[in-house]
């Protein structure tokens, strides 16, 4: 019996070693400062999810332009969170309904 559960034991413990050399490894954030160097005026979306891939967070504004005159809809994408290491893309809307970058920057 005492053999028996010995084994089990080994057993449990080498898979565990084994399961823990294979784990994946924490994948470290994109340097999205560096990224942002990508970035120009007038790109597509689409230009902009092959340069820097999906955004973590987007939206629709209208207050786009409020502080300098009169506002205007625009989308905002976000990459990264909003203090550190993020790049805020603002895109603004052409006559014919696409959807072009206007402006952006990137905080540290």
Request: include cysteine; glycine fraction near 10%.
């Amino acid at each position: 019996m005492k053999i028996r559960f010995a084994m089990l034991a080994a057993a449990c413990l080498l898979s565990l070693q084994v399961l823990g050399c294979t784990a994946a490894e924490p994948q470290e954030a994109p340097d999205y400062g560096r990224l942002s160097l990508r970035l120009r005026q007038g790109m597509s979306e689409q230009d902009v999810i092959n340069a820097l891939g999906q955004p973590n967070n987007s939206s629709l504004s209208t207050a786009c332009g409020r502080d300098v005159g009169t506002p205007f809809t625009c989308k905002i994408w976000v990459y990264g969170h909003f203090a550190m290491n993020s790049v805020v893309i603002y895109f603004g809307e052409n006559p014919a309904g696409s959807w072009f970058v206007m402006a952006w920057h990137s905080g540290r």
